[in-house]
């Protein structure tokens, strides 16, 4: 009886099935089993045959920092900590039609006009569909090798034969495919081979390489889960497509930090990099409206102002609902629950909406006093000073907790002309005093209770 050479593996939790089955026997996932090939058995003895000794050095060993090619877009480079590292890996994932191709074509001719060699290979386009999105982002003349292709082996052999190559983009690993698997390109087993190659390639010839990739509906990267283990740097290019604006944000960099940020605008000539977002969130402002606070956030190292915005609206079906776009949800509950119990704001049948202006999403806890100044405006119907800043974490107790980088915050609000900033009450043994920029006074505040009294809510809002 012949040897079977395939077997079925589950890509939740590794159990292995010598036929397919609609749900895993294991841990009872559906449709998670996948063909994959079977590995060679080892050699006699139970060590793998052929192998050589591999040399160790001193963990305190001299190590030059990794060189860096310089892009020549800047939001690109700082989000991946100062440019290309030579073989690198990287994953570029976003929702389709975010903007991914135009990026990486746009990063690609930038490179190849400072003299070096990119080659870019797409699976999901043909060349000429590819030519004539560079003509109409301007990019035709940019001396980059165009090649439309699928099969892994022919794009191995040809970026093994280009001499002095610098950057290979795969757009996108999910079309590529692998002859000696039996499974369909896209599959799990295809992408998990595919990037495995590619990455081989990356480390064995000194290249950058980009693998753009698709996400799920849940906003994950799309593929096994290893594949992000396996990259060196994982990029989300995220976004709305009712918003220009485009946000790339980092989730892994092994040669730099995690939380930087870069902004993009799109606009009918591509992707144009915004140098200050803040200005550009706060565009369309309008300072006198109940509900709305300015937020002075950080990402990364760059100091971030955004609009939020509250609507509060009464509900007599004893349901309420809390929708929340851009930030926690599961925050905004226990945000609520501590104004209506610790401040004593009513809003236990009403309706609460919130909402991130411009399309970024916050995840940093110091946004707490500016969600709180937008729902006490709300209900009150009072507005909040227009050339305020608010920043601040809030606890359970209803205590305002001090945040880190204050004073890059209160540079930037300075920078934009705001007047005024309310941040937490400074503790008489904490830290070394702020030193706010001139002509911005601060308002400090210890307690949920000192944020509500600037708001002259009515009697009917209050216990």
């Given at each position: ?297 950080i990402e990364g190292t760059r100091p971030v102002l955004v609009e939020i915005q509250a609507l ?152």
């Open positions: 009886m012949a040897r079977p050479t395939s077997r079925f593996v589950c890509q939740s939790c590794g159990a292995i099935a010598a036929k397919w089955t609609g749900r895993c026997e294991a841990c009872g996932e559906w449709n998670t089993l996948v063909e994959e090939a079977i590995p060679p058995a080892p050699a006699p003895g139970g060590r793998p045959a052929g192998g050589s000794r591999i040399a160790f050095a001193p963990l305190d060993a001299a190590a030059e920092p990794a060189p860096r090619t310089v892009i020549g877009i800047s939001e690109l480079d700082r989000v991946l900590g100062g440019g290309l590292v030579r073989g690198s890996a990287i994953l570029v994932g976003g929702d389709p039609g975010i903007g991914k191709s135009t990026l990486m074509l746009q990063a690609a001719a930038a490179l190849a006009r400072a003299g070096r060699r990119v080659l870019y290979v797409s699976g999901e386009e043909s060349a000429e569909q590819v030519r004539l999105r560079a003509r109409r982002l301007g990019l035709g003349p940019a001396p980059v090798a165009l090649a439309a292709a699928t099969h892994l082996r022919d794009i191995v052999a040809s970026l093994e034969a280009e001499p002095e190559v610098t950057l290979a983009v795969i757009d996108s690993i999910q079309t590529m495919w692998l002859d000696t698997l039996d499974s369909s390109p896209g599959s799990l087993a295809q992408v998990r081979a595919a990037a495995f190659e590619l990455i081989r390639l990356a480390k064995t010839r000194d290249l950058a390489v980009v693998l753009v990739g698709h996400v799920t509906k849940d906003g994950a990267l799309a593929g096994p889960r290893v594949l992000e283990h396996m990259v060196d740097v994982v990029l989300y290019f995220e976004g709305d497509r009712g918003h220009q604006f485009r946000i790339l944000r980092a989730a892994k960099n092994r040669f730099g930090a995690t939380d930087e940020i870069g902004v993009f605008e799109m606009t009918e000539h591509g992707l144009a990099e915004v140098a200050n977002p803040s200005a550009l969130f706060l565009a369309e402002r309008r300072g006198n409206i109940a509900g709305s606070a300015v937020f002075a956030g509060l609206a009464p509900n007599p079906q004893g349901s309420p609902r809390r929708s929340v776009i851009g930030w926690d949800g599961g925050r905004l509950g226990m945000l609520l629950a501590v104004l209506e119990a610790r401040g004593g704001l009513r809003l236990g049948g009403t309706d609460v909406y919130l909402n991130i202006a411009g399309g970024l999403r916050i995840g940093e806890p110091a946004a707490d006093l500016a969600v709180a100044a937008a729902l006490a405006s709300a209900a009150s119907g009072q507005p909040a000073d227009p050339g305020m800043v608010f920043f601040g974490e809030i606890g359970l107790s209803g205590e305002i907790r001090q945040v880190a980088q204050a004073e890059a915050r209160l540079k930037e609000a300075a920078k934009l002309g705001f007047s005024a900033a309310s941040l937490p009450r400074r503790l008489a043994r904490g830290g070394r005093a702020l030193s706010p920029p001139a002509g911005l006074a601060l308002h400090e505040a210890g307690h949920i209770a000192d944020l509500l009294a600037r708001f002259a809510a009515p009697a009917a809002g209050r216990t």
